[in-house]
């Protein structure tokens, strides 16, 4: 264990890679004397970070970094589906250096071709930190239970919006007002898309879904649904039901095909997934033999996701390889796609209409004629002459029949605001 | 990858070892190609196990065995922690091979001898099942928080005490009812004084101690306290306070010195470890900086075992070395002990007392004397004229005058039955 230091190169010193620098080189340095920084780059070398990079080399140019011939591994995190990113990361692994990164957006839109090419240059490519954080999920997936047949993954994997949707239910507020203060908190961006949208999630359970079950990460098969529609009353009626509205992202094998979604679901209290509070991360796994396997932590900021990085490079200096999804992707397409919005379930409906004789008829008619069959009705109080809110759920049918029911019922003059459709699920 | 199949010698066919050939060898075999079985051994060659083991050949022997040419990783499947099981896993290391146990008794009270042997011959020592099952607790704190200061581990890492608790909890049936049934159903031993006794949770958190502090296991430095004098009578007060009593392994560090403690805590109802029901396992790291993570799964089985034994063997495989618990031993005490029985906290204690005038005021008059604060009594409807429950849970106090306080108390002739005294703690 006496070896001499691994060398890296770190791109991008934000958050992360301040956790990173850190970890080797701060006053209680876990990494001190088994990692060793021989030159950093980012967007800008003379900004205030709160720590010190003046005695690191300094690179302009993230791909010459990427190439040193002092570098080992290449570390980015600069993040960014495209741009300098990609173009670090494939000239490191072209080099010959074995490569770690925090970058779903790049592992989720270019992980075959990345996969591929490491494949064929003899090098590693982790990404601990790509995922949910401080949670070992990747490690857990492609070694703790290798031996298994998976089955399904689901999980809280976006702790922005699982902040806002729990801060929305315990105080009433709304998804405008809790996203404003989460912006202040420096828990959502400046731009909130990518979170809000469900976007970021869907980067992050497509590379589940290829560790779990094979090929590479499909992210453009992620049917996605963010949380922007979500209001305080669909949590407090979800709250009525006995259920909690989680932004969850789930891969599962149906008759052998993937289906990967990411959407708001009522899911009962004790689930385990609606357990995670506040800005934590959840994640589900199960499979065969293993059983049922949850695991809850801190799926944001500098220190779990420095621990993430750190993991990768420990396992690097102790020479564990392993190919960088499943299985080597090159010939392994890996399972098909599931067609989408073909799934069955039971379904939460929130309506806005006129209060006007004969309203509540006309939706009742059209779902009956499209043999929706009702579980619950709840027209709520009034809250102008214009507006009674109606919610209702219903028994188990195809997603594609209540979406044209809705589609109907939408198109009625008395209903005066898009209807809300979120699945019940157990 | 397309390397010759790992060859493995299988001492110990029971449930694990069955579980492991059907992964090896069933019709959904995952380790097909990757592992091969070149021998097995086991008490009785005979036995009606329910699969088939005359394809292999046959060892009267296991340390014959484990040292047979052909053998490339020893697999020690048999339990105890001595006996053939040591001998033949000690004969395995010296033949230079690498061994992977499922065996906590033989890690926990012989892990340091093992872990120097494992030095010296250069060769793996590996034992993820031998923890919580399923749950891939080993590799997280070995591996995945790698980079972390962990200051505290605690979980529930015996099911079947965990089982009989919530069990007795839910039913308000009695210890020995609770028992009997699963011994019936096989969640128990014909003899479960192993169990129920805290031993078995003690081997296993000093094995987690070792991997988060430093050193080798030190078992006989657990604190240990089982979960027999649990009455039904505890569970209902406990639930009546907000909280679940459940048997918590648990190693922290205090003031650079590490106190292992296994023993049933009143804990609050919504805390993680609180809300692991049945056979479950449930494990919480703190650490830093990654914060908190909780890992839930099945703890024992066939499955989930012989799942964590096969991660084993794939990382042997994939060529990683590690030292055997966090660092190597060899001149490595690790941290020490904490000294047993000085910790503070808030207590709850049961009594039963004669129905006579006067006795209430010695109790309390006791506990005042020696400063011991009552933060709540309840004395409970009275079961017969010599048996009145009494219930009282008191401020935060040292452990070792509660105790002394308590041991008058005993004393007192009204008493009718040794105090139960337990922790309640968040």
């Known amino acids: 264990m006496s070896k001499k230091p691994l060398r890296i190169g770190l791109a ?4 992360v890679g301040g956790g990173l620098i850190a970890l080797i080189d701060g006053a209680d340095a876990t990494l001190a004397g088994q990692v060793e920084i021989v030159g950093v780059t980012a967007n800008s070398r003379s900004r205030d970070r709160g720590f010190d990079i003046s005695k690191y080399r300094w690179f302009d140019d993230a791909a010459a970094l990427a190439t040193d011939p002092e570098v080992d591994v290449y570390v980015e995190l600069m993040g960014g589906s495209d741009g300098a990113a990609k173009h ?9 250096k074995n490569v770690v990164t925090a970058n779903k957006a790049l592992l989720a839109e270019h992980g075959l071709a990345l996969a591929a090419l490491a494949e064929l240059q003899g090098r590693q490519l982790r990404y601990e930190a790509a995922v949910a954080g401080g949670i070992p999920i990747i490690k857990a997936l492609r070694e703790g239970l290798s031996a298994n047949r998976i089955t399904g993954i689901a999980g809280i994997l976006n702790g922005t919006c699982n902040y806002i949707l729990t801060t929305m239910e315990s105080t009433g507020r709304t998804f405008g007002d809790v996203l404003a203060e989460a912006q202040r908190l420096g828990y959502a961006e400046a731009d909130p898309t990518l979170d809000v949208s469900g976007a970021d999630a869907a980067h992050k359970v497509s590379i589940l879904a290829a560790l779990a079950f094979g090929g590479a990460p499909n992210y453009a098969g992620v049917q996605t649904q963010g949380i922007q529609e979500i209001q305080p009353i669909d949590l407090e009626a979800a709250r009525g039901l ?18 990967q979604t990411v959407r708001p679901l009522l899911l009962p209290a004790d689930h385990p997934i609606a357990r995670a509070e506040g800005p934590l991360n959840a994640v589900v796994v199960d499979g065969v033999p293993i059983g049922r396997l949850t695991l809850v932590g801190r799926g944001a900021g500098a220190g779990p996701t420095a621990s993430a990085v750190a993991a990768d490079l420990i396992d690097l200096i102790h020479g564990d390889e392993r190919p960088v999804f499943a299985a080597p992707v090159a010939g392994n397409a890996g399972p098909k796609a599931a067609a989408p919005g073909t799934g069955r379930s039971r379904f939460y409906v929130r309506l806005r209409v006129a209060d006007r004789p004969g309203v509540i008829a006309a939706i009742t008619e059209t779902l009956a004629r499209h043999e929706v069959s009702i579980e619950s009705f709840m027209q709520r109080p009034i809250e102008s002459a214009a507006q009674v809110p109606i919610i209702l759920t219903t028994q188990t049918c195809d997603e594609a ?19 809300c459709l979120l699945r019940l699920e157990d």
């Open 12 to 15: 991008g010193l934000g958050t």
């Open 88 to 96: 670090s990361v494939e000239a490191a692994l072209k080099a010959g």
């Open 242 to 259: 006995g259920r909690r509205i989680r932004l969850v992202a789930r891969a599962v094998l149906v008759d052998g095909a993937v289906e």
């Open 401 to 419: 029949i209540i979406a044209r029911a809705l589609s109907e019922i939408a198109s009625l003059p008395a209903v005066v605001e898009a209807p």
